[in-house]
């Protein structure tokens, strides 16, 4: 059994060697326990402090490509290593490594293909009271759209097993941490989380840069990853509230029209027709997304198909 444990780092020479300096290189249940970093696109000496400190493996970007697709690169380079459990961390050194054994310990088990750390949120002191509501606000969306359980979906302390990795394929590029797990429960896969520690904050977090931009960002994030998992429900729903409010209207307009009324309320016909016909057009694209969700699902099947075999004749060579 090899267990790869991924680093996502980008400008994090000031951080990292504390962070490599954590990692365990034994873990029970597993032969061997390897080291990898995925530089993205760092202008600093990122790599040079991860050579030093011993990283078995470099994924490298030449320009910054964001998290979430550092991550993606990260598990494309684990499978084709011939990782059997992958486990991403940060280069920050926000989490306590002394919990890897409790991620992987579900999948050893055959408890779960996916185990997520669950951080005290409530109790860290360097989150904000505004960061900690957003967190939670984001992981309770989370749970509504993917139907699971999982209390922290921001959380970057993650394992996994090597079908999950082949499974995963990351849209968005801001983060990948809400839409894996919308993606493991639209596939039902078998996702838990586990409690974990953090350490003391080395430095700010790159993703919130900005209370605003944060959550312009985790709305879009969200809302997007809705859609595409969820096209019927978000058009046939938004469909049916817009029919229906046209409805009203249109019922409203008719009432005062037999009361003799109707007179002056011509505006509410008008913006009635208009409502119907959005509200109808909404709920025919609800059918038309479906069809198309049906054809990401086959595509999806396909990739899926095509990494093993890659990743297969790789672990051969």
Known sequence: MRLIIQVPCFNEE????????????KVEGFDTVEWLI???GSRDKTVEVALANG????????????LAK????????????????????????QYSTKNIPDLVKPILEGRADYVIGERPISTVKHFSPLKKLLQKFGSWVVRVASGTSIPDAPSGF?????????????????????????????????????????????????LMKSISSYIKKSIGTIVRIFIVYSPFK???????????????????????????????????LILAAILLIIGFQLIMLAFVADLLS???KLLEDIQYRTRAIEAKDHRKS
């Not at 990283?55 to 964001?66: A, E, L, M, P, S």
């Open 55 to 66: 990283v078995d493996h470099i994924v490298r970007f030449t320009k910054n490509q964001g």
């Open 234 to 268: 978000f058009f046939m729903t938004t469909g049916l509230i817009v029919f229906l409010l046209g409805a009203a209207l249109g019922v409203r307009y008719l009432i005062l029209l037999m009361l003799s009324e109707a007179s002056g309320n011509v505006q509410s």
């Open 70 to 93: 550092g991550f993606m690169a990260g598990l494309d380079a684990c499978l084709k290593l011939g990782a059997d459990v992958i486990l991403n961390t940060d280069a920050d050194n």
């Open 294 to 296: 049906v054809n990401r």
């Open 14 to 25: 000031a951080t990292l060697a504390i962070a490599l300096a954590e990692l365990p290189r």
């Open 38 to 40: 995925i530089d993205d």
């Open 158 to 206: 993650r394992a996994m097993t090597r079908e999950v990795a082949l499974k995963m394929n990351v849209f968005s590029e801001y983060t990948y941490t809400l839409e894996t797990i919308i993606q493991a429960g639209q596939k039902n896969l078998s996702i838990i989380s586990v409690p974990v520690e953090v350490n003391e904050e080395l430095r700010p977090s790159r």
